[in-house]
T-cell receptor, first 115, second 113 residues
Framework: DTGVSQDPRHKITKRGQNVTFRCDPI?????LYWYRQTLGQGPEFLTY????????KSRLLSDRFSAERPKGSFSTLEIQRTEQGDSAMYLC?????????????FGDGTRLSIL | DAKTTQPNSMESNEEEPVHLPCNHS???????IHWYRQLPSQGPEYVIH???SNVNNRMASLAIAEDRKSSTLILHRATLRDAAVYYC??????????????FGKGTKLSVKP
């Protein structure tokens, strides 16, 4: 169990640029989640995948955001035309379906700063 | 989504027990009670969960009120490493996993040496 890894750990970009983050879940986990966390707040759910299918998207996920999990393994989260309000920590989590109440395992996140 | 209420912050002394309360008066019969914690600069970490009965694991104990409208996370001997934000979350057993977690602001626990 190597844990959930996220890349990059930090990203600084200018407003209006596009950014892409990557998440590698725990290898046998078929569920993958994206959350966003701003300073002083708890994480907020964005979207989740079961294998390669994106099953739910939050209202927070505007049309500038897109997430993929093409082969049911790693996932990417892209933000187009970034805005100041996109500055946050983006967290990825994975879990195993099929056994009751499997916990979510989180990565340490990608911190995005918009200049 | 069922809501939880936690104190904003709590303090503890090292090596003493800590009782972190959570109120969830609108909990439904199918909601599980989960606790996660988040250390500084890290992602959240699962601590424990339960439905009706009290639960123990290597990290903590979870005491659930008989009416399930409140619960308490118990750290038996706080260490400096336990200083974190603790989140109490309700979710149902969603297809075998916990479903989307709805985090509040949690309780920031400070541990004094």
């Amino acid at each position: 169990d190597t844990g959930v890894s996220q890349d990059p750990r930090h990203k600084i970009t200018k407003r209006g640029q596009n950014v892409t983050f990557r998440c590698d879940p725990i290898s046998e986990h078929n569920r993958l989640y994206w959350y966003r966390q701003t300073l002083g707040q708890g994480p907020e759910f964005l979207t989740y995948f079961q294998n390669e299918a994106q099953l739910e998207k939050s209202r927070l996920l505007s049309d500038r955001f897109s997430a993929e999990r093409p082969k049911g393994s790693f996932s990417t989260l892209e933000i187009q035309r970034t805005e100041q309000g996109d500055s946050a920590m983006y967290l990825c989590a994975s879990s195993l379906e099929g056994r009751p109440n499997q916990p979510q395992h989180f990565g340490d996140g990608t911190r995005l700063s918009i200049l | 989504d069922a809501k939880t209420t936690q104190p904003n912050s709590m303090e503890s002394n090292e090596e003493e027990p800590v009782h972190l309360p959570c109120n969830h008066s609108t909990i439904s019969g199918t909601d599980y009670i989960h606790w996660y914690r988040q250390l500084p600069s890290q992602g959240p970490e699962y601590v424990i969960h339960g439905l009706t009965s009290n639960v123990n694991n290597r990290m903590a104990s979870l005491a659930i009120a008989e009416d399930r409208k409140s619960s308490t996370l118990i750290l038996h001997r706080a260490t400096l490493r336990d200083a974190a934000v603790y989140y109490c979350i309700l979710s149902y057993n969603y297809g075998g996993s916990q479903g989307n977690l709805i985090f509040g602001k949690g309780t920031k626990l400070s541990v004094k040496p």
